[in-house]
C-alpha cells in the first residue's frame, strides 16, 4: 500500500514543486549560522539577527520557514533548535555535522541541477569543475556524507562476529573505523587507489586504531587483494564504475574471503517493489547529473552477486542513507 496521501488535491505536486525553495533556504540558513546560533539558546527574531548579522527580515523568513519544516520549534515568537538540529547541523553535536554536505549540495549539486533538462534528454552529464577551492567542498560534501552512511550502518548491523575485514576500493575509511569501534576484536584492510592513502591514515590515526588497522594501496579491478578475510565490504563502490568492471570487482572480493564470509555492499539501487524507496531513485539522477556515475537496479547487483558465488540474504534500508545488501560466501 502506498505511504503517499490518496487525494485528488494538488497538495502533493505543489509540495514536491516547491522543495527547491526548502533546500535552498535550508542551505542558507546552515551557511549563515542560524542553527549554530540558536545553539547558543532560543531566540526571537531581533535576537537572532544579532547573532547571525542577518536582517531581521530574512532571519525570520528563514526561521519560519524552517519552523515550518519541523527543523526549528517556534513558541510565542521565540526560535529554538530541534533535536535533529542540534544533533546534525548546530555544531555543537556529538554526531555527524552535515553542514560541509549541504555546502556541497548547494555549492556544487545545485547548479548541475539546473541544467537537469538538458541532462534528461540526454543522459549526459554536466561539466564538473573542481577548480580552486570547489575541490574542497567538494570532497568535505562527500565524505562527511560517507560518515553519517558510515554511522547507520554500525548503528544497523552486528559487526563483532567477525574476526577480520577488508574494504575493497572504498572512498573514506569511516566504514572500517566505525565498525572497528563497534566491535574491539575487529582487524581492519583498507584497500583503496594511492589518492586515498593519506586520507585514510590520517583518519585511522584520530580514531586511536592504526594498532588494528592496515592500509593498502591498489584498484579494486585490475589488482590483486589480500585473503582470508571473514567480512568483505564493498560501500559506494557500485555506482562509480561500469557493469563488467563491478562483476570483476565482486569476483575480487569473492576470492579475498575466508570460507563462509559475508560480504556487505552498500549503495542506492533502483528496486522492482510497487513503491521505489525515493531516496535512491533521487540519487540515481543526482550520480548522473554531476558525473556520469550510475544508481543500477537491486536485481541487477543480486545477479552479479551469485555468478560471484555470492548468495544475497538480506536488504537492509539505512535509515536517510542507502541500503545494503547483504551476502554470504558460497
Known amino acids: 500500500m502506498s505511504s503517499h496521501p490518496d487525494s485528488s488535491g494538488p497538495e502533493r505536486i505543489l509540495a514536491v514543486a516547491t522543495g527547491y525553495m526548502a533546500a535552498k533556504q535550508l542551505f542558507a540558513a546552515s551557511e549563515n549560522g542560524l542553527f549554530a546560533a540558536l545553539a547558543q539558546g532560543p531566540a526571537g ?45 548546530a555544531g555543537s553535536g556529538d554526531d555527524v555535522d552535515l553542514r560541509p554536505f549541504l555546502a556541497f549540495l548547494d555549492a556544487i549539486s545545485y547548479p548541475h541541477w539546473l541544467a537537469f533538462g538538458e541532462t534528461a534528454r540526454t543522459a ?145 539501487f533502483l528496486d522492482s517493489d510497487e513503491e521505489q524507496r525515493t531516496i535512491d531513485a533521487l540519487h540515481a539522477a543526482e550520480y548522473l547529473v554531476i558525473d556520469g556515475t550510475v544508481v543500477y537496479p537491486e536485481d541487477e547487483v543480486r545477479g552479479w552477486l551469485r555468478d560471484a558465488g555470492w548468495e544475497p540474504v538480506e536488504t537492509r534500508a539505512l535509515p536517510g542513507s542507502p541500503r545494503v545488501i547483504i551476502a554470504e560466501a558460497r
Open 124 to 268: 549526459k552529464p554536466g561539466d564538473l569543475d573542481l577548480g580552486g577551492d570547489r575541490m574542497g567542498v567538494f570532497m568535505n560534501g562527500v565524505m562527511t556524507y560517507n560518515a553519517l552512511h558510515a554511522k547507520m550502518l554500525a548503528e544497523n548491523y552486528d559487526f563483532s562476529r567477525h574476526q577480520r575485514a577488508l574494504d575493497l576500493g572504498g572512498l573514506s575509511a569511516a566504514f572500517l573505523t566505525e565498525a572497528m569501534t563497534a566491535a574491539p576484536g575487529l582487524q581492519g584492510t583498507f584497500f583503496t587507489g594511492e589518492f586515498m592513502i593519506e586520507g585514510a591514515k590520517s583518519a585511522i590515526e584520530a580514531a586511536g586504531l592504526s594498532d588494528r588497522f592496515e592500509v593498502v594501496a591498489g584498484d579494486p579491478v585490475t589488482d590483486e587483494t589480500p585473503t582470508g578475510f571473514d567480512l568483505v565490504l564493498l560501500e559506494h563502490v557500485a555506482h562509480r564504475y561500469d557493469a563488467e568492471q563491478n562483476r570483476r570487482i565482486i569476483e575480487r572480493a569473492r576470492t579475498a574471503a575466508a570460507p563462509g564470509a559475508t560480504l556487505i555492499l552498500l549503495d542506492f
Open 45 to 89: 527574531v531581533a535576537d537572532l539577527a544579532a547573532r547571525t548579522g542577518l536582517p531581521e527580515r530574512t532571519a525570520r523568513i528563514l526561521a519560519d520557514a524552517m519552523s515550518g519544516l519541523g527543523l526549528l520549534t517556534r513558541t510565542d515568537g521565540v526560535y529554538a533548535n530541534s533535536p535533529t538540529v542540534a544533533r546534525y547541523l
